[in-house]
């Protein structure tokens, strides 16, 4: 069989092509009548039974363990763990996570639940750190993306393996190189979004110093700013509803429509043209966003019309500042109305500190979405070496 389109030198034993079923074993959970419940769980005890929160993308998770009884272990026919055995998630909003067991976990009995799967090698010839590999970028992506167009609950089967065909290298070596690689973009990806996580962190706290007034800034001369002002939002700012975009929207407009997840659309008929802060009037209210061109808003989504003595970016980071879930107005969906945000009172600074805090944290965000674009460039350097390295 052809080598792959990106490949190492120096192995010339070829790749071969074959069934999943051929090579390894598949397993579903255990679902008879003994299936634990949640008064067989344990924090400590004679087995782990894995759930798919226990996985995550890049290995295990072991902050919140169950465990089950010898007895009740002893009662179910399979989904027990085998050294190097892999483990998918096989269904929900959690498919797609995988792992291999290599006794570093913290029980040397294991078993995983109904929603995850055990692909077991049948022989040698096949690394298990290449077909995690192959199987967590190659294989179970096309899985994940049929289930995200179709109407199903996202799944896959066993069933569904036994007819799959995957191609590997001939020679061990290969594969292993093809795995450390592979390893290494994981862990530089792992790094990034840890250094992301620290900066946004490290914000999160200078957030609180600052409008806490922990930390204050000084004018250009070195001095006190004067103190700051109690107000009510509704002095500095008045809240505004979105409408329904269905007139306005077109494919090719220049202008975003925003909704609480971010931009939905497009138009040429901005709702408003001035800086502006927005907040989640229904469904995600604790993710403000900050707008400062041309934009239009759906109705779920508030804009603000902020008065011209005040920053709207210093605005948008007061607003991070509020814990917007405690002015949660609904038992279901969370909501906000306009009359409660502009009735919560908080401390306003002088237009000049203002301007330092905004500038201040403009260059902290700035900083932050560099990381960002790092870690998208990563990502995107990972999937061209699986689209010309896996075949």
């Keep these: ?137 190659k294989i179970l992506p096309r899985f994940i993306y049929s289930s995200k167009i179709g109407s199903a609950q996202p799944h896959v089967t066993v069933r569904d393996l036994n007819k799959e065909t995957f191609s590997f290298p001939n020679d061990i070596e290969e594969q292993k190189k093809i795995a450390d690689f592979f390893s290494l973009l994981d862990r530089r990806i792992e790094k990034q979004q840890e250094k992301i996580a620290l900066l946004k962190e490290r914000k999160k706290g200078l957030l609180h110093k600052i409008f806490s007034q922990e930390l204050r800034f000084k004018d250009d001369n070195g001095k006190d700013f004067p103190k700051w002002k109690q107000v009510k939002i509704g002095s500095i700012l008045k809240v505004r509803h979105g409408k329904d975009q269905k007139q306005v929207q077109i494919d090719e407009g220049k202008y975003p429509i925003l909704g609480t997840g971010g931009v939905i659309g497009y138009t040429n008929t901005p709702l408003y043209t001035s ?64 009359s409660t945000i502009e009735s919560i009172t908080c401390l306003i600074p002088s237009v000049k500190e203002q301007n330092k805090i905004a500038d201040f944290f403009s260059l902290f965000d700035n900083k932050i979405q560099i990381e960002n674009q790092k870690l998208v460039n990563l990502h995107e350097q990972k999937k061209g070496f699986m689209q010309k390295m896996f075949i």
């Design 275 to 338: 800086p502006s802060v927005l907040i989640g009037r229904k469904g995600t209210i604790n993710k403000p966003q900050f707008r400062e061109q041309p934009f239009w808003t759906v109705d779920t989504l508030f804009y603000t019309e902020i008065l011209l003595e005040h920053r709207p970016k210093f605005v948008y980071y007061l607003f991070q500042t509020i814990n917007w879930l405690k002015y949660n107005e609904a038992s279901g969906v969370p909501s906000l109305s306009a």
């Design 1 to 137: 069989m052809t080598r792959p389109v990106l490949g190492f030198k120096g192995f010339k034993n070829g790749w071969r092509k074959d069934i999943l079923i051929n090579r390894f074993k598949l397993i579903d959970g255990d679902r008879g009548s003994n299936y634990p419940n949640e008064n067989d769980f344990q924090k400590e005890g004679y087995c782990l039974f894995l759930n798919a929160h226990n996985l995550t993308e890049t290995g295990f998770d072991f902050s919140n363990m169950n465990f089950i009884s010898e007895e009740k272990h002893n009662s179910l026919r399979k989904g027990q763990l085998e050294f190097e055995d892999i483990i998918i998630t096989s269904r929900g909003s959690k498919l797609g996570k995988v792992a291999i067991y290599n006794k570093t976990l913290p029980s040397n009995v294991i078993r995983i639940n109904s929603a995850m799967l055990i692909i077991r090698k049948k022989t040698d010839a096949i690394m298990v750190d290449f077909m995690e590999k192959l199987i967590r970028y």
